[in-house]
């Protein structure tokens, strides 16, 4: 079996500076963030799942809240711990990591579970449930396509895997872990042009 985890994280340890210069703050998917941050209130614990270096989501974020980002590649860690020094940053697993119940008053994740075997998909999801307050708000991106496994050997100069179910799925999936689903957005990726779904969800009491 491929092993997704190896993959992921050594080759973004190789792609810091590639992906960062194809990160922005005026970019489609980025422009939803202001759904979360308007929800929220100002000094809240926000929790940015998979956020690499930390540009441009966790640097946003913490101009109005406590932000927590968590991201297993040792070189995105340290290059966020640079970049955005008014964050707190973890370099662990997003399936292993452990935080209190009820700890957090949002969760953002922007193109971190497609990196995901989704089989997993399901389990993180409840983890993030977890993780939040009973009302609190996640901003997820998802897969738009039913994609089993997809692999390139030249993401930016270095291999990447991907793996996710299509929209319908995705939208069952966030239900079943303990979100009320209030809406979806199909955006296009950064940098490549493959579509994914944004859901904007509360967790329910």
Known sequence: MTDFASIVRSSYDRIVEAYLTQRRA???DVALLKHLIQRVAPGSAVLDAGCGAGVPIAQLLSEHFRVTGVDFSAAQIARA?????????????LRAVEFPDAYFDAICSYYAIIHIPRDDHAALLARFARF??????ALLCLGAQDLPYDHTDDY???????SHFDA????RLVEASGFTTEWTRDVGDVPSSASHMFVLATRMP
């Open 156 to 162: 930016l100069g270095a291999p990447m895997v991907w």
């Open 132 to 137: 939040l307050k009973p009302g609190g708000v």
């Open 168 to 171: 319908a799925t995705n939208r």
């Open 26 to 28: 005026d970019t489609p």
């Open 81 to 93: 711990r640079a970049l955005v020094p008014a964050a707190r940053f973890v370099c662990a697993d």
